[in-house]
């Protein structure tokens, strides 16, 4: 059962901005954390934005000053604002959450979608 849906990815030229949107399937309160990853070809999947329950907000250095990750808990979604993009921004990006239930972390990922920042 997909919990996770993203949208907002397509084509852009370096400089521009784009907003990346996950609708989360599952209750926001229950949620840990609130995460966004990107996959560059022939990369490893890497952490670009992170929002801890409680409203602790990291990003990886390359995106500091330049990427907003926020939340609404009425809408159930979850936004990844990226502006002054780089080609090396190019990557499919996935929402992912994590929740706490029973002692358990539950873990989950959304499908991905396509970031392409190219003059």
């Known amino acids: 059962q997909v919990q996770l849906v993203e949208s907002g990815g397509g084509l852009v030229q370096p400089g521009g901005s784009l907003r990346l949107s996950c609708t989360v399937k599952i209750s926001m309160y229950s949620l840990n954390s609130m995460n966004w990853y990107r996959q560059a070809p022939g990369k490893e999947r890497e952490l670009v934005a992170s929002?801890?329950?409680?409203?602790?907000?990291n990003y990886a250095d390359s995106v500091k000053g330049r990427f907003t990750i926020s939340r609404d808990n009425e809408k159930n979604m979850v936004y990844l604002q990226m502006n002054s993009l780089k080609v090396e921004d190019t990557a499919v990006y996935y929402c992912n959450v994590d929740q706490l239930v029973s002692g358990s972390r539950l873990v989950y990922w959304g499908q991905g979608t396509l970031v392409a920042v190219s003059p």
């Open positions: 929002l801890i329950d409680g409203g602790s907000i």
